[in-house]
């Protein structure tokens, strides 16, 4: 009975309606949402500043000031040297983790895999936070070195320095690089490994010529989703980083809020977008060049 | 017999203590949290003071609190449900569409994960302004629903592909319309990944602060109270609370997600990602 009365309406619906139906909440986000919201940075970034929405006129003052105050060079070397060294150091240390997990977790990897990415769905905000209060002058590392009389005076050396910045987003961003590698891995064919051992490669060989080359694409996409959202990050800097570890996306934010030139920081934004456009590229050849040699 | 890659079992012995003091990193910074929020001291130091509740006894009766919390919520529930069924379309649709619009819809969702939150935060702010909304809840909901769609399109995308394809296509040859194919067939069968991305999506809503920062109006988030808290060293310890009530309603409903997520299609499942 249910089965007539409910698959009655649908039948009558043509099979272009329903692609239609199918289509249209994707298409609207995408089209809407990413790709109109980013050609208005795109658009904005070539005007000036009239305190309008949209701005006025069109040129490229916005990208000359950009190249012609070291300012933003300097900010823009130390957003990348800082997001270089927390992709560098996430994904050296979660190599080893994925390899474990791929090799020999065993009946523990269900277990593992869900504990190493259970912080990924926890507050991004919090676990900053928790480094702010294990940073500070009177938290939780000073106050520990002095209970356990390593030290006896509370330093100021370890909150609002760029190496606070680069240990906190290295720590919020771990969960991020697990996951790619492991994929990668796992996904080598236990034949290639057997080959390898029959062929009389020690293990250390094995792994340098057969494993390393074969999980690369892996380590380059972990590289990528830890290196992205490191770049352009503004939270961390303000919690942890203090003055001297100001990064680029701490600019973006303050043009669009206290400097208020939406312009600028439209081209700004445009930038990084650059930058990290050309990282992709340059993770892409990599990943060619492994690749081919496999 | 499990291959041991190129490694021998001592090696893994080595690699497991490894992954032990790794996992310890992980979690240590984030339970200091709730550590110190039962600590009878404003300051989050050692040596420990004693054991309290006061902080929590804080929580109750405080409107700005409860105010964002109901905010968090909404705004959760409504995004969750925008971006998962977004998910559900566009992850349909390639896989089963054959258009090279669907194929390219697929693309540009998951497109998110490459442009750093301050970005999308902005582009939003833009946009809302354009369209005369202006930065408000319904803002804060459109850009919950771009930042949880990559994560939707992708748990959705790999349940429709481990349903063997037998099993659409008896469907079909059966007579039921694609629309009927979806509803009765596809949908049922994977209605646990749909929960589960859903309540991923919620929690990538939930705690939500690099966005939303751009979005909010006159009512905040959670995470932008606790943000506008963190200023005053005084009420750190409350945050710390709230810190704690939030973390284990994450770790509670990212558990429970990952239990609905390998649940069902028993030998037809295959490796998840």
């Not at chain 1, 070397?77 to 060294?85: F, K, Q, Y």
């Not at chain 1, 796992?186 to 057997?194: A, G, N, R, V």
């Not at chain 2, 459109?142 to 995308?157: E, K, Q």
């Not at chain 2, 995470?223 to 710390?240: A, E, K």
Request: with cysteine; net charge positive.
């Amino acid at each position: 009975m249910s089965t007539l009365v409910a698959s009655q309406a649908p039948e009558t619906r043509s099979a272009s309606g329903f692609r239609f139906a199918m289509l249209l909440p994707g298409a609207l986000v995408t089209f809407l949402l990413i790709l109109f919201a980013l050609g208005l940075v795109l658009f904005l970034a070539f005007r000036g500043n009239d305190g309008s929405l949209l701005g006025t006129g069109f040129n490229l003052a916005n990208f000359i000031s950009v190249v012609s105050d070291p300012l933003y060079g300097t900010v823009t070397l130390r957003s990348l040297v800082i997001a270089g060294l927390v992709t560098l150091a996430t994904v050296v240390t979660a190599y080893p983790v994925a390899y474990y997990l791929a090799f020999h977790a065993g009946r523990r990897r269900g277990l593992l895999l869900f504990l190493v990415t259970l912080p990924f769905w926890t507050s991004y905000l919090l676990r900053v936070f928790a480094w702010k209060i294990v940073l500070a002058y009177n938290g939780v590392l000073n106050s520990a070195l002095i209970e356990s009389g390593i030290w006896s005076e509370p330093t100021l050396a370890f909150l609002n320095t760029p190496a606070a910045v680069v240990v906190t987003l290295a720590h919020a961003y771990a969960p991020f690089a697990i996951l790619p590698i492991y994929v990668a891995l796992d996904t080598i064919p236990k034949s290639l490994l057997e080959a390898a051992s029959d062929l009389g490669a020690r293990p250390f060989t094995a792994f340098r010529r057969v494993v390393l080359p074969n999980s690369m694409p892996g380590v380059l996409a972990a590289a990528l989703v830890v290196f992205v959202p490191t770049v352009g990050d503004y939270v961390t800097p303000a919690m942890v980083g203090g003055p001297s570890s100001t990064m680029i996306g701490s600019l973006i934010q303050s043009q669009f809020g206290k400097a208020n030139d939406w312009p600028f920081g439209a081209a700004l934004s445009v930038c990084v977008m650059l930058v990290i456009l050309l990282v992709v590229l340059v993770a892409r050849g990599a990943d060619r060049r492994f690749g081919s040699r496999t | 017999m499990k291959t041991q890659g190129a490694t021998t079992k001592r090696d893994g012995r080595w690699l497991g203590l490894y992954v032990l003091a790794y996992l310890v990193f992980l979690y240590l910074p984030v339970l200091l949290i709730p550590l110190f929020s039962f600590n009878d001291s404003i300051q989050a130091a050692f040596p420990l003071q004693g054991f309290t509740l006061q902080w929590y006894a804080t929580l109750y009766g405080n409107p700005a609190l409860s105010g964002a919390l109901a905010n968090s919520l909404v705004i959760g529930v409504i995004a969750a449900s925008g971006a998962t069924l977004c998910g559900i379309t566009v992850s349909y649709m390639d896989l089963y569409g054959r258009s090279p619009l669907a194929a390219t819809i697929s693309t540009i969702a998951r497109l998110p994960i490459l442009i750093p939150g301050v970005i999308v935060g902005i582009s939003l702010l833009i946009l809302v302004n354009l369209i005369g909304l202006g930065p408000s809840r319904v803002a804060i909901v459109l850009g919950h629903i771009l930042v949880a769609l990559p994560t939707t399109v992708v748990i959705m995308r790999s349940r429709f592909a481990a349903i063997p394809k037998t099993i659409r296509e008896a469907a079909l040859d059966l007579g039921a319309s694609d629309w009927t194919t979806f509803r009765r067939v596809m949908l049922p069968l994977s209605l646990p990944a749909v929960l589960s991305a859903f309540m991923l999506a919620f929690l990538i809503s939930f705690d939500e602060f690099v966005v939303v920062f751009f979005l909010a109006g006159t009512e905040p988030t959670l995470p932008l109270y606790i943000w506008s808290q963190l200023r005053f060293p005084r009420s750190l310890p409350t945050v710390m609370a709230l810190g704690t009530v939030i973390l284990a309603a994450s770790f509670i409903i990212a558990g429970t997600a990952e239990i609905l997520r390998h649940r069902g299609l028993g030998g037809a499942r295959r490796n998840p990602a």
